[in-house]
Nanobody, 127 residues
């Protein structure tokens, strides 16, 4: 069983920054790609960013490119999402997720490709 626990969410003014963390336990974290998704009220869950198991490659949704940075520390079994220049439309519950396949070289952007999910952390950006 894999457990993912997000933290770092909160209330921030537009233009501000937040750093989300996702701590993983239960399997070899360093072998799996990780992703961040978000879900706003009344909307479907959407892809935000993903990072390769080796951290050599990342991929972002167009809506966050240039503002968000995904990273990972395999020694700490943790993946991060640094969010800068936040906008009101970034308000959502943010989830981290682990890819279902080990050492995959293609980054997944669909939620069904991720098998383990955290409980989510609320990010609210006031305008």
């Amino acid at each position: 069983q894999v457990q993912l626990v997000e933290s770092g969410g909160g209330l921030v003014q537009a233009g501000g920054s937040l750093r989300l963390s996702c701590a993983a336990s239960g399997r070899t974290f360093s072998s799996y790609n990780m992703g961040w998704f978000r879900q706003a009220p009344g909307k479907e869950r959407e892809f935000v960013a993903a990072i390769l198991w080796s951290a050599v490659s990342t991929y972002y949704a167009d809506s966050v490119k240039g503002r968000f940075t995904i990273s990972r520390d395999n020694a700490k079994n943790t993946v991060y999402l640094q969010m800068n220049s936040l906008k009101a439309e970034d308000t959502a519950v943010y989830y981290c997720a682990a890819d279902q396949f080990a050492r995959r070289f293609q980054l997944a952007t669909y939620s069904y490709e991720y098998i383990y999910w955290g409980q989510g952390t609320q990010v609210t950006v006031s305008s």
